[in-house]
Nanobody, 121 residues
């Protein structure tokens, strides 16, 4: 059984940066995705990375500002978030990809509890 734990969230001013980590325990994970959910909104795809490190996909709303990467030796996936905006405020969660549309949350399983990112204006 695998468990995912997210960390690295917090409060940051607009224009600032944060680095989120998704660490797996139990066994090595394959492809992983990051999603976010803001209050009152549906869960939204953020980024996805193949187990080999390539390819990686980013949502248009974060392209050029966020970057997903992985460290297989540490069994972890990171999300570097730069130039943060108030609209990036959400709970960020990672999950394991099972196949299909990489932007569809239904194609993931093993969700972590998430980490809260708050961006102040």
């Amino acid at each position: 059984q695998v468990q995912l734990v997210e960390s690295g969230g917090g409060l940051v001013q607009a224009g600032g940066s944060l680095r989120l980590s998704c660490t797996a325990s139990g066994r090595a994970v394959r492809s992983v995705g990051w999603f976010r959910q803001a209050p009152g909104k549906e869960r939204e795809f953020v980024a996805h990375i193949h187990w080999s490190g390539s390819p990686a996909y980013h949502a248009n709303s974060v392209k050029g500002r966020f970057a997903i990467s992985r460290d297989n030796a540490e069994n972890s996936v990171s999300l570097q978030m730069n130039s943060l905006k108030p609209e990036d405020t959400a709970v960020y969660s990672c999950a394991i990809y099972s196949g299909g549309n990489v932007e569809d949350a239904k194609t993931y399983w093993g969700w972590g509890k998430g980490t809260l990112v708050t961006v102040s204006s």
